[in-house]
């Protein structure tokens, strides 16, 4: 057992994460504290600004790339009808891209609306 120095309450070692810089090898803050301050630090601007470079550094590592390729192909596979009408939504945008602003908005539209009875079939 060990006290969170944060909410001072004992609890088992498996509470609490790793940490080499602690003589214990133990975060003095248990799961539940650091878990709390981490989402409470995510909603401030700084926070937010951090995540959310912190998430664009980790999607290019290995792993990062691994998972969100996992992501995406449990998507597809729970979801074949959408991801047909999404690529083909993709495939048509990037055909009309030479198109100028006002056609492209109409073409846009009607493909949504395509996409949605696709879906809703
Ligand atoms: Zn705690």
Avoid at 82 to 108: D, E, G, P, Q, S
């Amino acid at each position: 057992m060990k006290i969170c120095s944060k909410c001072k309450v004992p609890k088992p070692f498996s509470n609490f994460s790793k940490s080499s810089a602690n003589k214990d090898g133990l975060y003095a803050w248990c799961k539940d504290c650091k878990a709390d301050s981490q989402r409470y630090y995510r909603q401030t601007e700084v926070g937010k600004e951090c995540h959310s470079k912190y998430q664009k550094k980790y999607r290019k590592t290995k792993f990062g790339k691994l998972k969100r390729n996992k992501g995406r192909k449990l998507w597809k596979l729970n979801y074949p009808e959408r991801n047909k009408a999404h690529t083909a939504v993709h495939r048509a945008l990037k055909m009309v891209l030479y198109f100028n602003y006002h056609v492209r908005c109409v073409i846009v539209l009607i493909l949504r609306h395509i996409m949605m009875i696709i879906v809703n079939h």
